[in-house]
Each structure stands twice: as structure tokens, then as C-alpha cells.
């Protein structure tokens, strides 16, 4: 059985930062992508930022430049470095694990980000 745990949410200040952490537990195939939704009240949850096994990155152009996703594969943990943060990224966030081998997708049960102005 395939778990998420997020942590790091939290209340701050336009303009601060917060880093987001997403740990694993079971089994998981090697080939993944591990990843970062957002959804703010009265929206779609949307796709902030994702990171292939391999390394290769995906950000939402809303934050680019902004935030930084990275990944311990030996961990299997995810983290979401959040810079220049605006009112705007309030959210809640929630890490996502996809096998693309077997096109399962697990979520994690979300962490509330709330910037202030």
C-alpha cells in the first residue's frame, strides 16, 4: 500500500517562503513522476510543478522562476521550495505519485498554504 505524507504548510507573509516536503512509504516502481497540485477554494485543482525519476522538471508558468521542485529518490521524498510567495498561491497542495506503467496515480492528503497580503 502506496502512502503520501506531506508537511511544511503553513501561513505566511507575501513575500516569504515555505518548502513543502512529500514522503512515500510502500512499494514503489522505480519509474515514477512525483509531483505538486494546487486547488483554491472555487477552483480546479491545477498542477503546480513535477519531477520524473530522471530529473526532468515540469512547472506551472504561474511559477516559474519562483519555485523550485526537487526529489531524494533514495528517500523517496519531494520537496517543493517556494520563493516570492504571493497571495495568489494560497491553496491547498497536494503531492501527487504517478506509475506510469501501470497508470495509477496516489495522492496525498494535502497541506494548506495560506499567503497573506
Known amino acids: 500500500q502506496v502512502q503520501l505524507v506531506e508537511s511544511g504548510g503553513g501561513l505566511v507573509q507575501a513575500g516569504g517562503s515555505l518548502r513543502l516536503s512529500c514522503a512515500a512509504s510502500?512499494?514503489?516502481?522505480?519509474?515514477?513522476?512525483m509531483g505538486w497540485y494546487r486547488q483554491a477554494p472555487g477552483k480546479q485543482r491545477e498542477l503546480v510543478a513535477d519531477?520524473?525519476?530522471?530529473?526532468?522538471?515540469n512547472y506551472a508558468d504561474s511559477v516559474k522562476g519562483r519555485f523550485t521542485i526537487s526529489r531524494d529518490n533514495a528517500k523517496k521524498t519531494v520537496y517543493l521550495q517556494m520563493n516570492s510567495l504571493k497571495p495568489e498561491d494560497t491553496a491547498v497542495y497536494y503531492c501527487?505519485?504517478?506509475?506510469?506503467?501501470?497508470?495509477?496515480?496516489?495522492w496525498g492528503q494535502g497541506t494548506q498554504v495560506t499567503v497573506s497580503s
Open positions: 501527487k505519485l504517478r506509475i506510469p506503467a501501470s497508470g495509477y496515480d496516489y
Open positions: 519531477m520524473t525519476n530522471g530529473g526532468r522538471t
Open positions: 510502500g512499494s514503489i516502481f522505480s519509474i515514477n513522476v
